[in-house]
């Protein structure tokens, strides 16, 4: 299918996300001519700007710089902007008349993509409004034996998608309430990465590494997503009960990773498929007790250090935080899937801010060989590593051991290197647009299903609790600019492991 004709409403027009990532994103699809033939956007927020104002502060966004490209002065009659709020009642009939004069001008005929780019407290009452607008004709709502397509309304929303179980529930209802779930598109923008999308491609589309992809075979699994950036403006909502690294980057990205790493293969490609070998992985997610807490999970806040060479502040003195903070910039927790594929093999996620590098990468760590010919050597055999780099230098490198040159027998470990920019002479695509087309097509196998995040909210609740319960004393525990509270570490080598850390 190609991307359908529609109106994109964009809650949040005036935020950053908007501005810097899905503006440049539907940019890039039109251009590449992936957009559907017939589109516009409307901005919906409260700020107030003209069409040619808003049009401006998009094109001149910080380091997008969209306006200095020959392109941009014709994509920017493409988007409008309505400054009202969508939360209150009294903002829709302004909303509703924008709609109908975009839809006519544009000929987008009745198709309607709601994209909520707002804070998580907005969610609920835009979508209730949507509904009560009448806007939502699909689905259970619209009734045909029209053997035409129906026009759809569909809905991104953006995450935290709750901060616990509960609320995840509540928001999945509210959802359910106006929408079917199949044009519900709960969007992660680690899902439109490229070399995450890779995974099922190296696991399904090769003999080469499937048959050894199990606990037979495999030691462990570490995923690391580590940032050198702090919270950069984000303290207040960062320091809410709805921040922290827990929260933010291990129960949605990391597991999401983990489950494409875990799954099983999928029947066909369909998003059901896929998605229900997903969920199942998600179930057999093993759900910590409050007593293991302490051994399978570290939490890490930086304190003052420097990142590059310049110095940070701690982050208890960053703008809009508590000065006795418990928030979590970093955490470490040591996951299992009960399967039988998986076994007892454990999944080692970790994800931190103000670290020492910026690097989002899963390792793939093989058991020794069953019988270690070259225990005398001069450098003993290390296990093989299967490094799936997603940024920076994305790429997959396999690391094994060879003979080291000359007389004798020495080995050394050795890197077979795919490197995508070499490869494919081009840099990974932003994941926005990828997410964005698929969600015009009516693709939701690059999102998330709902059955999927409740699974993970469990698994991590024992954990927050626990933290929650049991403040720690010894926060901040680790400097800007390194990798982590040496607890990170401790808790590996109890396992006789260690973090890959170049
Ligand atoms: C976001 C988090 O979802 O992902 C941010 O809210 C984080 O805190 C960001 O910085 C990281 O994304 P990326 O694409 O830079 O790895």
């Not at 939490?299 to 003052?304: K, P």
């Not at 607890?487 to 973090?499: C, F, I, T």
Request: with cysteine.
């Amino acid at each position: 299918t190609p991307p359908e004709d529609s109106l994109i409403l964009i809650f949040g027009a005036s935020g950053d996300l908007t501005k810097r990532k899905l503006i440049p994103a539907l940019f890039e699809l039109w251009k590449n001519g992936q957009a559907p033939e017939n589109f516009a956007i409307l901005g919906v927020s409260r700020s107030r700007y003209t069409d040619d104002e808003y049009r401006d502060a998009c094109g001149n966004f910080d380091g997008n710089d969209l306006a200095s490209d020959p392109r941009w002065a014709e994509f920017r009659d493409l988007v409008h902007y309505e400054a009202s709020d969508a939360t209150a009642a009294e903002g829709w009939p302004s909303i509703k008349q924008r709609i109908r004069t975009l839809s006519e001008a544009h000929r987008t005929g009745q198709n309607l993509l709601f994209y909520l780019s707002l804070a998580p407290q907005f969610f609920e009452p835009v979508i209730v409004n949507i509904g009560n607008n009448g806007l939502v004709t699909e689905g259970k709502k619209y009734c045909t034996i029209d053997t035409q397509r129906p026009p759809w309304q569909r809905i991104v929303i953006e995450k935290p998608f709750g901060s616990d179980p509960g609320s995840a529930a509540h928001l999945n209802r509210v959802l359910a309430q106006v929408f079917d779930e199949d044009a519900i598109y709960r969007i992660d923008h680690y899902l439109g990465k490229e070399l995450v999308q890779n995974l099922m491609v190296l696991r399904f589309a090769n003999s080469l590494f499937e048959p050894i992809w199990n606990h037979r075979y495999i030691d462990h699994v570490q995923i690391t997503a580590s940032e050198t950036v702090g919270v950069e403006g984000r303290g207040a909502y960062y320091d809410s009960p709805s921040g922290g690294a827990m929260r933010d980057m291990v129960q949605s990205h990391l597991l999401q990773v983990a489950s494409i790493v875990a799954m099983e293969p999928p029947i066909t490609l369909d998003a059901e498929d896929v998605r229900t070998e997903k969920v199942k992985v998600f179930k057999a997610l093993r759900v910590p007790r409050a007593e293991d807490v302490p051994e399978i999970a570290v939490r890490g806040q930086y304190g003052e250090g420097s990142v590059k060479g310049e110095r940070y502040p701690a982050y208890r003195s960053e703008e809009g935080t508590d000065p006795g903070s418990q928030t979590d910039t970093f955490a470490a927790v040591k996951f299992h899937v009960d399967t039988w594929r998986w076994g007892n093999t454990p999944f080692y996620l970790r994800s931190g801010k103000a670290m020492a590098q910026k690097k989002t990468e899963i390792v793939i760590y093989l058991k020794p060989t069953p019988h270690a010919l070259f225990r005398e050597q001069a450098m003993r055999a290390r296990p093989n590593q299967i490094v799936i780099s997603v940024q920076p230098n994305p790429g997959i490198r396999l690391r094994f051991e060879g003979k080291k040159p000359g007389i004798g027998l020495n080995i050394k470990d050795v890197v077979m290197d795919f490197d995508y920019e070499e490869s494919w002479r081009a840099s990974p695509p932003d994941g926005y647009a990828s997410l964005l087309f698929d969600c015009l097509r009516g693709d939701q196998t690059n999102y998330k299903h709902r059955d999927e995040i409740q699974s993970s909210w469990n698994a991590c609740q024992p954990i927050l609790d626990y933290w929650d319960e049991n403040p720690a004393e010894d926060l901040p525990n680790y400097n800007a600019g390194t990798w982590g509270p040496s607890a990170a570490d401790v808790m590996m080598a109890k396992d006789g492991r260690y973090w890959r850390n170049d």
